[in-house]
């Protein structure tokens, strides 16, 4: 008659939960630094850029709405791209200096600033912005969105955050 407890493991059952024990472990080891590694960059906060020189102050045109491009590198999760910007330049009288973006604040189609009209146009609703960024006609629900500026050695800098 066998003689062996209820709680007898046998050299197999042994065998089998050691490597089970130690697949587990490896399995943890290994794959919570491969997960966090995979997940790391969708969890990071979306970093501000800063401050993003845009031109000398002397190549403006004063009073006139003046196209300036800048380009910076984003991240979005695992993704690094590279993205030009435009932005409205307007050197008002004395120091005042006013950078609207050119993404129209309805539905972020590219507005153009149109000297014969004297007006930003938005092409995708007809949306219509004054020289000062308010809305004159049309969808876009506020006025276009404004840079903060800075003026160091005659270079003019903008304020950028994603
Ligand atoms: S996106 Fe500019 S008016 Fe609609």
Redesign the pocket.
């Known amino acids: 008659m066998d003689r062996r407890s209820d709680y007898y493991i046998g050299r197999r059952e042994f065998v089998a939960g050691v490597a089970g024990a130690l697949g587990a472990l490896i399995a943890i080891l290994v794959g919570i630094p491969i997960i966090g590694y995979l997940i790391a960059p969708a969890l990071r906060a979306r970093s501000v850029v800063g401050w993003v020189p845009l031109a000398p102050l002397s190549a403006l045109q004063p009073g006139v709405p003046t196209p300036c491009t800048f380009s910076i590198l984003q991240q979005t999760g695992w993704k690094r791209t590279r993205t030009t910007r435009t932005v409205y330049v307007i050197l008002n009288s004395g120091s005042d200096i006013t950078v609207f973006s050119d993404v ?6 590219k ?1 153009r600033w149109l000297p014969e009209q004297g007006t930003f146009v ?6 219509v912005f004054a020289r000062d960024g308010t809305v004159l006609s ?3 629900p506020r006025p276009l969105d404004r840079f903060t500026t800075k003026v160091e050695n005659d270079q003019l800098f903008i304020y950028v955050e994603k």
Do not use: A, M, N
Not at 104 to 109: A, N
Not at 122 to 127: A, I, Q, S, T
């Open positions: 129209c604040t309805h539905l972020s189609c507005v938005c092409p995708c609703h007809d949306g049309g969808p876009p």
